[in-house]
């Protein structure tokens, strides 16, 4: 099984900064594209950012563009989002996602995180 471990998140002023994290942890197990997404009540849940396997690809919302960076340490199985110059509008859960697979299938399904909640608010 594969575990998701997510932190960062808290109640930050309009213009400030945090920083979310999102270790996977288990064994017998790669992973592919790894990302974040974010619901806000009363909405779908969106893609924020996402990042491919070896880092040389990124694909960004179009809110968020120039304000958030993912990355990713592959040797720790860890995503990050840094996120600058919040906006109350980027008041949400925040969720990891990543597409697994086990050494034993050819198959990558989607995880995801418990949700680490971001307000951004005066």
């Known amino acids: 099984q594969v575990q998701f471990v997510e932190s960062g998140g808290g109640l930050v002023q309009p213009g400030g900064s945090l920083r979310l994290s999102c270790a996977a942890s288990?064994?017998?197990?790669?992973?592919?594209?790894m990302g974040w997404y974010r619901q806000a009540p009363g909405k779908q849940r969106e893609l924020v950012a996402a990042?491919?396997?070896?880092?040389?690809?990124?694909n960004y919302a179009d809110s968020v563009k120039g304000r958030f960076t993912i990355s990713r340490d592959n040797a720790e199985n860890t995503v990050y989002l840094q996120m600058n110059s919040l906006k109350p509008e980027d008041t949400a859960v925040y969720y990891c996602?990543?597409?697994?697979?086990?050494?034993?299938?050819?198959?990558?399904?989607?995880?995801w995180g418990q949700g680490t909640q971001v307000t951004v608010s005066s």
């Open positions: 990042i491919t396997s070896d880092g040389d690809s990124t």
């Open positions: 996602n990543a597409k697994i697979r086990f050494t034993d299938t050819s198959i990558f399904d989607d995880y």
């Open positions: 288990g064994s017998d197990f790669s992973i592919a594209t």
